[in-house]
């Protein structure tokens, strides 16, 4: 039986999600299109009438923003947003930056799908010669993680975000969920498969083919042992749903020759 209830959202759409580059630990905002589904997800889950205690976002901009949108678009501006590097989206190492059509042109597709989806696969790492590494780690925030900025990762595999996130979720966002309280994580596309990964017991095999729209929330529905209960419900129009989750696989197909 179905005692909770959890909420994993990847942000609206970024620029850079737009313009199909590696944002990763860039601080790009949503774009028009993203605040406006971060604003219909809002709407969505208003509509069907969930109510959040709590919120968890990664310290990147736009799952933070994403929040606020779909807490306002909920009235529900009040409730608390706790925010934690362990929720950030994968580091891409020496990707960030770069456009996947254009990688998958010159590395080719394969390489492209290995990188963004291969379960183990780290990318090369940002050294200080990278065009985005002071923008990234002489960022602020960075000083106020729980662990020193020298620790912090300079690449990841979607087994260490997982690796990373873990020991978060067991200490800060599950005794919210055993407190019976409904919780929302606005994060990012691979954050929140590492996360589903982890809950729904995922394969290493399979999880390369799970895909997250921006801006779509997926209901899981958890018993007591928060094993679920029911598959994952992306909430939405489904059809919708469908092309989005094409249109993220496509982006690392290699553009066609002119
Ligand atoms: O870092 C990025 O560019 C995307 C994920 O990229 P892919 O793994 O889909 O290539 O993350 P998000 O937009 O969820 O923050």
Request: with cysteine.
């Amino acid at each position: 039986m179905s005692k909770y209830k959890l909420f994993l959202l990847r942000h609206g759409e970024g620029n850079w999600n737009k313009e199909n580059r590696f944002c990763s630990w860039v601080d790009q905002k949503l774009s028009e299109a993203g605040v406006k589904e971060a604003q219909d997800c809002g709407r969505l889950l208003k509509e069907q009438g969930y109510k959040f205690d709590i919120v968890f976002t990664s310290i990147l901009s736009r799952s933070i923003q994403t929040a606020w949108l779909v807490l306002e678009a909920m009235g529900q501006e009040w409730v608390p947003v706790v925010k934690s590097w362990r929720l950030n989206e994968r580091h891409y190492g020496s990707l960030i930056g770069l456009n996947r059509a254009e990688m998958a042109q010159k590395h080719g597709e394969e390489k492209v799908k290995l990188w963004r989806r291969g379960y183990d696969i780290t990318p090369p790492p940002i050294d200080e010669s990278h065009p985005y590494f002071l923008e990234i780690y002489n960022d602020r925030r960075y000083t106020t993680c729980d662990v020193s900025k020298e620790n912090l990762p300079r690449a990841e595999s979607l087994k260490e975000v997982l690796d990373r996130l873990l020991p978060y979720w067991e200490s800060t966002v599950v005794p919210e969920i055993r407190k019976g309280r409904t919780v929302l994580i606005s994060a990012h596309g691979n954050s929140c498969r590492a996360l589903l990964k982890h809950l729904e017991g995922i394969s290493d095999e399979d999880i390369a083919g799970v895909t997250l729209p921006t801006g779509i929330p997926v209901l899981l529905e958890m018993d007591e042992n928060l094993k679920p209960v029911k598959p994952r419900q992306l909430l939405g129009d489904q059809a919708k749903i469908q092309a989005a989750i094409k249109k993220v696989e496509d982006q690392g197909k290699a553009l066609p020759s002119t």
